[in-house]
């Protein structure tokens, strides 16, 4: 111990991270302040801007400093199909590798009525209203493959559906370069409910 | 020092605490720290049980994809306390194929459970009647007739079994023609059909006979057992609504 409070709280500050442990907590700090000072004070005034800065997408709920995120201000997109997905990361991922060129939705959360998770919280209200303008003429619901991304995949699909809006889900399966001895009995069901004709 | 018995006392209630592979369902998990679930258990023979599954979100963890709820498996866990530490998980057959509105009635079978069920109580006719429950929701058939057996069982199970038999003030058996009143905590009292008693629940002694013998198929039938029931329960739950019945009763935005 060091004895020196504004040390033992910064290494405490450090913990909220995720992933670090106290021994990473102290390493973290004593880093800083040993060998670069100026990359904490940028951390420090960085993480002071994001906090007051970022706010949620007003069309899609995603984490962004504008008003309206840069994939829904993009009018090179297809805004009539929309991808539901449960987080931002998720954006981040599909982006990434799907190749995807339509625009996004983020939940936040599933529904989880156990944890008092309902449609609201998970701003359905304003999918709905989405839905209502008459542009979305898809929904791709990529929940995660959980029970309760299912039931929030199945809430949203019903949505679509009173409006006359298709409603796909993305495929659930055996992972490439897995093996079928290793796949849970779920998956594989899954994988053999799914099967497509070659 | 200890005494020899008295070692072999501790012993066995250390060795008491660890449950190789039992049956057991998942009710509920949410996430712990970065890469684990707490999880709540309804297990056969030890009761609701709650446990930590360390490291279940990592992709190479031996629970990736297991612990969900819905699905049979058999759970194998150690500890003492409140919380156990889960050490292994099976599974026996495929998850049933659940899916769109059965999980909404699915989720309300969980809350219950977990509203009313405490801790390390053994109930293993309820377990085998959720089991039953679950595979008879997934065939889509009879769902508000499996709803009430479910709950019948479940208010039964957990000491406040309903009187569907006789008349708690006269003590004669249940008449199929009669109109009675039902007061929670006592149970049905016949009344004239004119009078406007309305303390109770009005059921017909007809209903009263259906629950009891889980012949529920009338229209009427059904529906007084599901105003029986919903005030049944909702006395044991308290001020707290159950959150799983406004997801089902609320119209799809």
Redesign the interface.
């Known amino acids: 111990m060091t004895g020196s409070s504004l040390i033992n709280r910064l290494i405490e500050s450090l913990r909220c991270l995720?992933?670090v442990g106290p021994k990473s907590a102290q390493r973290m700090a004593y880093h800083l302040l040993e060998h670069n000072r100026q990359g904490a004070s940028q951390l420090a005034h960085d993480l002071l801007e994001a906090i007051e800065q970022i706010g949620n997408c007003e069309q899609c709920r995603t984490l962004s400093e504008k008003t309206v995120c840069d994939i829904c201000n993009n009018r090179g997109r297809d805004q009539s199909v929309i991808c539901v997905v449960e987080s931002p990361a998720d954006v981040q991922v599909i982006e990434q590798v799907a190749g995807y060129r339509g625009v996004y939705f983020v939940l936040m959360g599933h529904?989880s009525?156990?944890?008092?998770v309902?449609?609201i919280e998970l701003g359905?209200?304003i999918?709905?209203k989405k839905l209502d303008a008459g542009i979305i003429t898809e929904l791709i619901l990529a929940t995660n493959p959980?029970?309760e991304g299912?039931?929030t995949a199945?809430?949203i699909a019903?949505?679509a559906s009173?409006r006359g809006i298709k409603a796909t889900r993305i495929a659930h399966g055996v992972p490439i370069g897995g093996e079928l001895e290793y796949v849970?009995?779920?998956?594989?069901?899954h994988a053999f409910?799914g099967r497509v004709e070659l | 020092m200890m005494s020899g018995p008295c070692t072999a006392l501790v012993t066995a209630m250390i060795s008491s605490h660890k449950v190789n592979l039992e049956l057991a369902y998942i009710?509920?998990s949410?996430p712990y720290r970065?890469t684990s679930l707490l999880v709540d258990i309804f297990s056969r023979t030890h009761g609701r049980i709650g446990a930590v599954a360390k490291g279940a979100k990592q992709a190479k963890s031996k629970f990736?994809?297991?612990l969900?709820?819905?699905?049979l498996l058999m759970l194998s866990w150690s500890g003492k306390g409140d919380l156990m530490t889960l050490t292994d998980a099976e599974?026996p057959?495929?998850?049933l194929?659940?899916?769109?509105?059965q999980?909404?009635s699915?989720?309300?079978l969980?809350?219950l459970l977990?509203r009313l069920l405490q801790r390390h109580d053994p109930h293993q006719i309820l377990f085998d009647i959720y089991h039953e429950t679950l595979c008879i929701l997934v065939k889509d058939e009879h769902l508000e007739a499996v709803l009430r057996r479910f709950e019948f069982y479940l208010l039964q199970e957990t000491g406040y079994g309903l009187v569907l038999d006789h008349d708690v003030e006269t003590g004669e058996a249940i008449q199929t023609e009669a109109c009675y009143c039902y007061y929670i905590e006592r149970g049905p009292v016949k009344i004239d059909k004119t009078s406007d008693q309305q303390q109770g629940v009005l059921i017909n002694g007809q209903t009263l006979l259906a629950i009891k013998d889980g012949s529920l198929v009338e229209a009427l039938h059904l529906k007084q057992a599901k105003q029986l029931m919903r005030a049944v329960i909702a006395h044991q739950l308290g001020d707290k609504p159950?959150?799983?019945r406004?997801?089902a009763m609320?119209k799809?935005?």
């Open positions: 995720p992933s529904l009525p156990l944890d008092g309902g449609p359905l209200d999918l709905a959980t029970v299912e039931a199945y809430y019903e949505m009173t849970n009995s779920t998956t594989l069901s409910n | 009710l509920h949410r970065d990736n994809g297991l969900q709820p819905f699905g599974q057959q495929a998850a194929d659940i899916n769109g509105s999980l909404i699915g989720f309300y969980n809350e977990t159950l959150r799983s406004e997801l609320q799809v935005l």
